[in-house]
């Protein structure tokens, strides 16, 4: 079992269905392993793991600290002067642990997840499919490195800054329990880098010819409304700097996602003798108002066509009506013959 984990036996172009579930339990446990793997090190390293995440929360106390702290904010006063993180329960101190070797896991297991979705659809493409796969998958890492970045750079500072500004204009004191502040670093960075995903899922959706690149584009209020939607649940507080550069750079994606969308579909149908827009398929053929006047003998009258009396053909088998005859005459005989 441990060399089934480790390599596969048998290609898997040779395997049969109940082998293939069998390979998909294998490449599941793979990227498992991988995870526990990063949560047992993160475990172990206990304290360097949170004064990682520990970060966003010094760079919005001190932004002169932040590799982007010409974009951040003045903080107020309470939040320089608060203190270390606080928590009251020993449940809280195991949450702050799982958190944050939750967070490890996903980083370390995410291109183990790209590599076995890559080799398990892998044969079912064609060659040209399968070298468009590995930077498919690169795109997708790097995409999600980078909503992640976003979000831990600048999304966090810039959140605890508002929170701690609001706080102070209702003249509250808050007290930061740790494991709050860790599962809003951990998720913040997952679900921002999950929806940098979204590009892709769109030119997924149009090689596989589900929707057309022009629809997407046609439907760009809609796509807009839905995403600053997005980002507004996304964000902790959608106030408006966060709010419409995050929807701005997602609708470059989605522009970006369309423009590429066409190129791979219109090659797509090329290869395969088609007609290079999908839209064109809407339209009737040249040939087809002249192919169907063969059909069943018939042709459509044409306004040049003479327009001729029916007359009836010599020697047909057609019989006129015969004319009406009077009566025979009261004693007549020949009728009954």
Not at 8 to 24: G, I, P, Q, V
Not at 91 to 98: A, Q
Not at 150 to 165: G, R
Not at 284 to 301: F, H, L, M, Q, T
Request: proline share 7%; with cysteine; net charge negative.
């Amino acid at each position: 079992m441990l060399s089934a984990f480790i390599r596969r036996n048998k290609s898997r172009s040779e395997m049969t269905f109940l082998e293939h579930l069998d390979d998909l339990r294998v490449s599941l446990l793979r990227v498992l392993g991988v995870f526990a793997v990063g949560m047992v090190a993160a475990l172990i390293f206990y304290r360097e793991t949170p004064a990682l995440l520990n970060l966003p929360l010094e760079w919005a106390k001190h932004p002169e600290t932040s590799p982007i702290g010409a974009i951040l904010t003045q903080p107020d006063p309470g939040l320089v002067n608060m203190g270390e993180l606080k928590e009251f329960t020993f449940m809280g101190v195991w949450k702050v642990l799982m958190y944050a070797a939750f967070g490890v896991g996903v980083a370390l297991a995410s291109p183990v997840f790209l590599y076995e979705t890559a080799r398990f659809v892998g044969p079912a493409l064609t060659d040209r499919e399968k070298r468009g796969l590995v930077p498919f998958c690169g795109a997708a890492l790097i995409l999600f490195l980078l909503g992640a970045s976003l979000a831990f750079f600048w999304l966090s500072p810039m959140s605890i800054q508002i929170w701690q500004h609001f706080a102070e204009g209702l003249r509250m004191e808050v007290t930061w329990q740790a494991s709050d502040y860790y599962a809003f670093v951990v998720m913040m960075c997952l679900l921002t880098g999950l929806t940098f995903q979204f590009p892709l899922a769109l030119i997924i959706l149009m090689w596989l010819e589900l929707v057309r690149p022009r629809t997407l584009l046609k439907s760009w209020r809609g796509m807009l409304f839905g995403i600053m939607i997005l980002v507004a649940m996304i964000t902790p507080i959608a106030e408006p700097i966060s709010l419409f550069v995050m929807t701005g750079v997602l609708f470059g994606f989605y522009l970006a996602a369309v423009g590429i969308g066409t190129v791979i579909v219109r090659r797509k149908r090329v290869a395969r003798g088609d007609k290079p827009n999908p839209e064109d398929d809407d339209l009737p053929d040249d040939d087809d108002e002249d192919d169907r006047g063969d059909d069943d003998g018939y042709r459509p009258a044409r306004s040049s066509d003479p327009v001729t009396p029916s007359t009836p053909a010599l020697g047909s088998s057609a019989t006129s009506k015969p004319k009406s005859t009077p009566p025979p005459a009261e004693g007549d005989l020949s009728s009954l013959d």
